[in-house]
């Protein structure tokens, strides 16, 4: 395997897992590929025990699903493959049916930065059954790390109160792809750069950086080092001081400093990497500040995080920037993001939409049936509650009720009268027709901060944080219950009727 050259090889779409196709062949074979269905993508709770999400992978989604073609090695791989009697596991029928398959499906997404919330849709996909299945995989894939790291960055973000934190975990992210992903959603959570030059090339991210150990080790004295790296970047000299000793490293630094200085020169500033980043951040700006560098800039790193950053703020350490890597690109504490892809109806052959439900012994598991779409409303410009509501429902003008999935008591009753609303899910695809424009990534990373300005800081508390109110609109909370209540009785082998 040539990874520079062969990786890809031009299609994703055997990116999934197996079942989906075996599930494919099946519909095909049972004739019910081409019956529509609606399935949608969301998540039962948030990452990091916080009180927001982050909505991202959009755009890689767009892409997948405009480039959703199998190709003929896909195709031939396919043919090889065989079931456990030796024969060919899918027909050729079925493969003819895969290459001539052109994705035809409508897509509504919310928009990639948006502030979301648990069991409210993030993406709902309607159209033929087959096709509907495919994507399962490769749609969870993109949008549960995306959003994972996107919603880290921006914990991580919020603990740095506004100061620049650079995204430095190309090193341990993820592999090749989980690092390319994760410095993208790190730059849309809010960081300010990313490390991963590539990310750069392909993104459109700013890359920034310093230098490492290594290149003080490589010369005799710290001093050299300063004085050549001072040599190659008088305008973008960051100085690495805790090599040997970290006062001795400011000191140094202040030295090579004043002969930049005196060439009409100024360092940028220090980074400390190890040892107590708030001890030695507070030594380092009363010593630069005496030496008249009260501009220099202090970076810190070292497994730095979120709670480290809040930790660190309340010492009053005098860090002004924060290089974050590992604990960011690999959202070490909750390694994934719970996204499931469920299906709630499908149209039987009237034509009638059919609403579908999955039990749980667990009620937090059980789905939202229908055809159904998500509002938000705002009052005086700050988002109050999120409802989730069949699109084909007539809302009472006066006042929607909605109701809590998880908990039937907890009711709120908006009045439209004091609030804006707005509808999340967008149209991204109409029968495979792309209709949306997507945004650029730094349009992203400004949505990003807009949508956390519109919720109330009790939400982005990063501890224990208020429990954004989103409900079902009445009518869907009914149908819902009486699904259930059918589901179970035809479980128990009673007449459902009845
Ligand atoms: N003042 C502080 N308050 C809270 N946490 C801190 C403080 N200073 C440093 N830390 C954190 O404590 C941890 C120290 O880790 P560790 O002991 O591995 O580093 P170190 O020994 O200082 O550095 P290294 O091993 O790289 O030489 C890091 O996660 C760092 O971010
Ligand atoms: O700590 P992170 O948040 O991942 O940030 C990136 C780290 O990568 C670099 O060193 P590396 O960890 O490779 O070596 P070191 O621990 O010996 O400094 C850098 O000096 C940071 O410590
Ligand atoms: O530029 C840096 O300082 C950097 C880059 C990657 C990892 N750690 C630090
Ligand atoms: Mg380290």
């Known amino acids: 395997m040539k990874i520079t050259k062969d990786l890809y090889q031009g299609s994703l779409a055997l990116l999934t897992d197996f079942y989906q196709l075996t599930m494919a062949y099946a519909y095909w074979k049972s004739g019910k590929a081409e019956q529509e269905a609606v399935f949608n993508l969301f998540f039962r709770k948030h990452p990091f025990q916080g009180g927001f999400t982050i909505a991202a992978g959009l755009d890689y989604v767009v892409d997948y699903c405009k480039n959703f073609k199998f190709s003929q090695e896909d195709l031939s791989y396919l043919a090889t493959m065989k079931g456990k009697d030796g024969k060919v596991l899918f027909e050729t029928g079925f493969l003819e049916y895969l290459k001539n398959m052109k994705f035809s499906c409508d897509i509504d997404a919310v928009e990639e930065g948006t502030v979301v919330f648990p069991n409210t849709p993030l993406v709902r996909v309607k159209g033929p059954l087959i096709q509907c299945q495919l994507l399962e995989t490769p749609l969870l894939n993109i949008i549960n790390f995306q959003s994972l790291i996107a919603t880290k960055a921006a914990r991580i ?4 109160q506004g100061e620049p ?20 959603a790190a730059y849309i959570g809010g960081c300010t750069s990313t490390s ?3 990310a750069g090339k392909l993104f459109g991210i700013p890359v920034s950086g310093t230098h490492a150990h290594s290149w003080i080790m490589s010369f005799e004295t710290e001093m050299e080092a300063f004085e050549a790296y001072a040599d190659a970047f008088p305008d973008q000299s960051i100085f690495l001081v805790d090599t040997y000793d970290t006062v001795n490293g400011i000191k ?18 220090i980074r400390i990497d190890s040892g107590d980043l708030a001890y030695f951040s507070n030594v380092a700006r009363e010593m630069l500040d005496e030496a008249g560098f009260p501009d220099a800039k202090i970076v810190a790193s070292n497994d730095l995080d979120e709670n480290i950053i809040t930790s660190l703020k309340g010492q009053e350490a005098s860090i002004n920037v924060w290089g974050v890597g590992t604990k960011l690109v690999t959202a070490f504490d909750q390694p994934a993001l719970g996204g499931v892809y469920k299906l709630s109806a499908i149209r039987d052959e009237e034509g009638r939409w059919i609403p579908k439900i ?9 789905n939202i049936p229908g055809v159904h779409t998500v509002k938000r409303f705002f009052s005086k410009g700050k988002a109050v509650a999120d409802m989730i509501y069949l699109e084909s429902q007539e809302l009472n003008p006066q006042a929607a009720l909605i109701i809590d999935p998880n908990d039937p008591t907890r009711r709120k009753r908006m009045m439209p009268a004091f609030y804006q609303e707005e509808i999340l899910l967008k149209p991204i695809f109409a029968k495979g027709k792309l209709i949306y424009t997507l ?3 730094a349009q992203i990373r400004d949505r990003v901060q807009d949508q956390l300005g519109s919720i109330d800081k009790t939400h982005k508390r990063l501890v224990n944080p208020h429990l954004y109110p989103i409900g079902l609109e009445e009518n869907l909370h009914q149908l819902r219950m009486e699904l259930v209540l059918k589901a179970k009785q035809v479980d128990n082998g009673n007449d459902a009727e009845q």
Request: overall charge positive.
């Open 157 to 160: 973000n919020l603990a740095a």
């Open 165 to 184: 934190v650079l995204e430095f975990g190309l090193r341990r992210a993820q592999g090749i792809d989980g690092g390319l992903a994760a410095s993208r």
């Open 196 to 198: 991963n030059v590539m």
């Open 252 to 269: 140094n630094a202040i030295k090579v400093g004043n002969a930049l200085r005196s060439n009409g020169k100024e360092m940028v500033g």
């Open 358 to 366: 999955k039990l749980s012994q667990q009620s937090l598991k059980i």
């Open 439 to 441: 945004p650029t990534i």
